[in-house]
T-cell receptor
Framework: GQSLEQPSEVTAVEGAIVQINCTYQ??????LSWYQQHDGGAPTFLSY????GLEETGRFSSFLSRSDSYGYLLLQELQMKDSASYFC??????????FGAGTRLTVKP | DAGVIQSPRHEVTEMGQEVTLRCKPI?????LFWYRQTMMRGLELLIY????????DSGMPEDRFSAKMPNASFSTLKIQPSEPRDSAVYFC????????????FGPGTRLLVL
């Protein structure tokens, strides 16, 4: 089976940096993705890591360590609009995707 | 591109009724996914199709749920008979094309079974 662990809630202030961790256990592994979901909205893709290392996309970066079955999403220069839920997701095999329970990020002024 | 289209956006029905959710994936995408999201269980993969063929339906909760994809531009998720515990947001997502790792989600159908 597959399991993903991520914190349920994180709070930070505007302008700060926050890191959301994700550990996973899967029977196979193709890559780790991150999605953002605002209240009442649909998940939207943020980033994908198939290889170890850091991927940077603007204010957001994502890191993967395959040997540690661990990854994180780093959000810099936090803005109020970043308040949302963030999901890590793994591709254990083929085309399917399994999502973590999500981390609710609250950005305070 | 219009993105993934789902209908209806909201559905309120009574227990025992049949519910049909519809999805039109992004043109050119060859994988389609149905998810269910609830506060208690999070985002669950119900079933996914590759090139219109169901690949994995292990997430379908029980026989009351069925999904079809008769062609590359249309899929349905049917619940018959519906029960109050089926109340959730149902998302359809598609993947393919140049952004092969990205799943594009539709706006979801908010289902309430009374």
């Amino acid at each position: 089976g597959q399991s993903l662990e991520q914190p349920s809630e994180v709070t930070a202030v505007e302008g700060a940096i926050v890191q959301i961790n994700c550990t996973y256990q899967t029977s196979g592994f193709y890559g780790l993705s991150w999605y953002q979901q605002h209240d009442g909205g649909a998940p939207t893709f943020l980033s994908y890591n198939a290889l170890d290392g850091l991927e940077e996309t603007g204010r957001f970066s994502s890191f993967l360590s395959r040997s540690d079955s661990y990854g994180y999403l780093l959000l810099q220069e936090l803005q109020m609009k970043d308040s949302a839920s963030y999901f890590c997701a793994v591709r254990p095999r083929g085309n399917d995707m399994r999502f973590g329970a999500g981390t609710r990020l609250t950005v305070k002024p | 591109d219009a993105g993934v289209i789902q209908s209806p956006r909201h559905e309120v029905t009574e227990m025992g009724q049949e519910v049909t959710l519809r999805c039109k994936p992004i043109s050119g995408h060859n994988s389609l996914f149905w998810y269910r999201q609830t506060m208690m269980r999070g985002l669950e993969l119900l079933i996914y199709f590759n090139n219109n063929v169901p690949i994995d339906d292990s997430g379908m909760p029980e026989d009351r749920f069925s999904a079809k994809m008769p062609n590359a531009s249309f899929s349905t998720l049917k619940i018959q008979p519906s029960e109050p515990r089926d109340s959730a947001v149902y998302f359809c997502a598609s993947r393919g094309g140049t952004g092969r790792e990205t799943q594009y989600f539709g706006p979801g159908t908010r289902l309430l079974v009374l």
